[in-house]
Nanobody, 123 residues
Framework: QVQLIESGGGQVQAGSSLRLSCENP?????????????VGWFRQAPGNEREFVAS???????EYADSVKGRFTVSRASTRTTVYLQMDDLKSEDTAVYYC????????????WGQGTQVTVSS
């Protein structure tokens, strides 16, 4: 099973921006399969459960957690195999390990979880 690869995390000041990337290393995956996958971003802060952040469908429609609406934007690269999470106006409460995962449109659970990338926001 393919494992997605996250990158782009770092340590920034409150109010700054970061862009995370989620790459599907299965570059040979055909467009028909890609069109059936939903990519999700999640995060887990110390002592907390993993929570949903955002998700992107093939048609470009997206969903966001209330806590990030208006500040985070999820999009897909022209290569179709990379999904970005643009994070603006970061707050200290955004500090967490960020993960991406994918699920087939016919399934309820996400899989192919990456190793995660750390985002630390200092106030």
């Amino acid at each position: 099973q393919v494992q997605l690869i996250e990158s782009g995390g770092g340590q920034v000041q409150a109010g700054s921006s970061l862009r995370l990337s989620c790459e599907n290393p299965a570059r040979a995956m055909n467009l028909r399969i890609l069109s059936q996958l939903i990519v999700g971003w999640f995060r887990q802060a110390p002592g907390n459960e993993r929570e949903f952040v955002a998700s992107l469908n093939w048609d470009g429609s997206a969903e966001y957690a209330d806590s990030v609406k208006g500040r985070f934007t999820v999009s897909r690269a022209s290569t179709r195999t990379t999904v970005y999470l643009q994070m603006d106006d970061l707050k200290s409460e955004d500090t967490a390990v960020y993960y991406c995962a994918q699920r087939h449109v016919t399934k309820n659970s996400f899989e192919s979880w990456g190793q995660g990338t750390q985002v630390t926001v200092s106030s």
